[in-house]
């Protein structure tokens, strides 16, 4: 049937502005069938307007469009229905393989009984294992930031180099700015809480040395809260969320400075403790056998956290670790260490779907035979480690295509896709103060236990960026680490 703008408007009239009509698009594949989701108020009627121009269209009861679907009209292709019993009505098409890095936008719009009109939704057809920018705005630069995914599909972008908290909103494929940090620390410990609020405690002060400092972030209000102080000043502590609600923080800096070496290995902590959100309090945890800085740390499926490498005192010097732990909060004690294959820090840790953590890439140390850990840059690794729960051993993994650090590792499928990171020796004193290095990997790989595979590269190298996988689509979203944009990693 053909449309005119007479027969799609003519019955619009009333607030266009209405939370219960969406749309979104969860598959935009190509080669592939693109789905376009529709949801609101059960047998509420539809029509579904794109365009690859995104620009203000009056309508004739005076209310507005966001995109100009004058090309769509003018075809005479008509996208309406009903929305079925659930609130939901999908749309597919066919997209062909050339053409992926098109985009297009779209918008829905529902007469009666009264009128709503939809967000809009921007789409980014992307072959399998490949890389594209978001199609939407960029935001404020970040390193060593962490992202988080939120109840509501958007994905919370906190920490790092900036003062600034962003969400990317998967519609829209853009960043947004929420909230602001006043005093936004360095080398800060970042969790999310059950309720979706964040903890952000300690960090780096201007001086160099680490403060007490704590604050919840609220993503709903954008509201800061102060919660601290700690029960004792740290910077690059592990933060992760326990079954029951509190957060364990574990390990940390006492100072960055560098001046006296013996005196900033004395200063790597061993202590650990635990904020309570209930009762906005922190308290002792159980201390560890030895300090502990940019260690990873991962709760296991039994409950139980597994802190692996990271810079522990290695008496009159600091050194790289080359051991793990496990954190038994049940019984208020810390395992026995666990010999890994090789020593790490500002590596990535991924629980697996069968319980095992997967450790990949990191820096080490290339030390001289005088000056320790101070009188030679770190150099990435290639090499990774299984941690299995079942023998409670660490066993070398699969070897990477190429030497990774402050990279980020997201779960896609029964792999575990690397990206990004930096491949160059780096010193210690820089990344003390949070210096993103110049030299930025393109490159990523799907590793997986026994093997690795060359996967798409981004447009533009990242280190110490964050990432994670929209609920939306199941790609996975880069976030920070060089680019203001977004880059969307599209799964095979």
């Not at 594949?29 to 539809?46: F, H, M």
């Not at 005196?263 to 056998?289: H, N, R, Y």
Request: net charge negative; aromatic share 6%.
């Amino acid at each position: 049937m053909k449309l005119t703008t007479a027969f799609v408007f003519a019955s619009l009239a009333g607030n266009a502005f209405a939370e219960q009509l969406h749309v979104d698009v969860p598959s935009a594949k190509a080669p592939g069938t693109a789905v376009v989701r529709i949801t609101g108020d059960p047998g509420r009627p539809y029509q579904l307007f794109y365009s690859q121009v995104e620009d203000m269209y009056e309508l004739p009861d005076g209310n507005f469009l966001f995109i100009d679907p004058s090309a769509q009209i003018a075809a005479g292709v008509d996208i309406s229905g009903v929305l079925d019993a659930s609130g939901e009505a999908l749309y597919t098409f066919p997209v062909k393989a050339r053409q992926a890095g098109s985009k297009l936008s779209f918008q829905a719009i529902s007469p009666d009984p009264f009128m709503q009109l939809s967000n809009v939704a921007r789409a980014t057809f992307q072959k399998g294992n490949t890389f594209a920018f978001s199609a939407g705005e960029g935001g404020s630069p970040s390193f060593l930031g962490d992202v988080f995914p939120m109840a509501n599909g958007r994905l919370l972008s906190v920490g790092g180099s900036g003062q600034m908290i962003e969400q990317y909103e998967p519609c829209l494929q853009q960043m947004e700015a929420i909230g602001w940090i006043d005093n936004a620390y360095p080398h800060s410990a970042r969790a999310m809480l059950a309720n979706g609020k964040v903890l952000i405690a300690g960090g780096l002060a201007a001086d160099g040395s680490a403060v007490a400092d704590a604050f919840l972030f609220d993503p709903k209000f954008g509201d800061l809260v102060s919660v601290g102080p700690m029960l004792a000043p740290r910077a690059g502590a592990a933060a992760v969320l326990l079954g029951d609600g509190r957060v364990l923080l574990i390990g940390g800096l006492s100072s960055s400075s560098l001046a006296d070496t013996q005196a900033f290995a004395a200063g790597i902590q061993s202590s650990t403790e635990i904020f309570d959100p209930v009762l906005f309090s922190f308290s002792a945890g159980p201390a560890m056998a030895e300090g502990r800085a940019f260690a990873s740390a991962t709760v296991l499926a039994d409950g139980k956290v597994l802190v692996a490498g990271g810079l522990s005192p290695g008496g009159n010097q600091a050194c790289v670790s080359h051991d793990a732990c496990v954190v038994d909060m049940g019984l208020g004690a810390v395992g026995s260490l666990l010999a890994m294959p090789s020593a790490r820090m500002f590596h990535t840790a991924t629980l697996l779907a069968d319980g095992s953590v997967l450790l990949v890439g990191g820096l080490k140390a290339q030390a001289p035979k005088k000056g320790g850990l101070f009188g030679a840059p770190l150099v990435p690794t290639l090499v990774s480690a299984v941690y299995s729960p079942a023998t409670g051993e660490i066993v070398a993994g699969p070897k990477l295509l190429t030497r990774r650090a402050l990279h980020t590792a997201s779960i896609v499928g029964p792999k575990v896709l690397v990206a990004g990171g930096v491949g160059s020796p780096i010193g210690l004193a820089a990344l003390l103060a949070a210096e993103m290095p110049s030299e930025a990997r393109k490159s990523s790989e799907l590793v997986e236990v026994g093997m690795s595979t060359k996967a798409g590269g981004l447009r533009i190298g990242r280190v110490g960026a964050g990432a994670a996988v929209s609920a939306m689509d199941g790609r996975v979203i880069v976030i920070g680490g060089g680019p203001a944009k977004a880059s969307l990693y599209q799964p095979q």
